[in-house]
């Protein structure tokens, strides 16, 4: 058996814990350190092989927060990371363009992409609050077994 890759996770989780649910089931299995955004230390990052990157897709990309803090990071040469996100939108290719913006920065700062998850999030943004939302109850249960499954293919 290999030994377990040395993973972190680094997200951003403001309305409904959508996304800390997600990191939480992917770090479960990578038996990973999670860092909220604001709370991770830099300096350690440099000691993870694997480092996952994600939030709630806000107008078409992830929190700001998430990408300041990419932003802010030294160069990372050689280091593998990942990018997840939940989102309210559902539609074909919206994941995959949602996460340019944080895929850019990641390469930007030397990470070789490894993979990318996104699944539904229970959005109440705006006026769909008048609705009570739309994927109430994501993500749920299938979606944060196919986040495990994804995280045991990165191993």
Known sequence: MTPAVKSAIIYVSIHHGNTEKVAKAMGRVLKAKLWKAGEAN????????LIGFGSGIYFAKHHQSLLKFVEGLPPMKGKKAFIFSTAGVKRRGYASNAHKKLRDLLKSKGFDIVGEFNCPGWDTYGILKLIGGINKGRPNREDLEKAEKFARGLK
């Open 42 to 49: 830099v300096e350690k990052l440099k000691d993870f092989k």
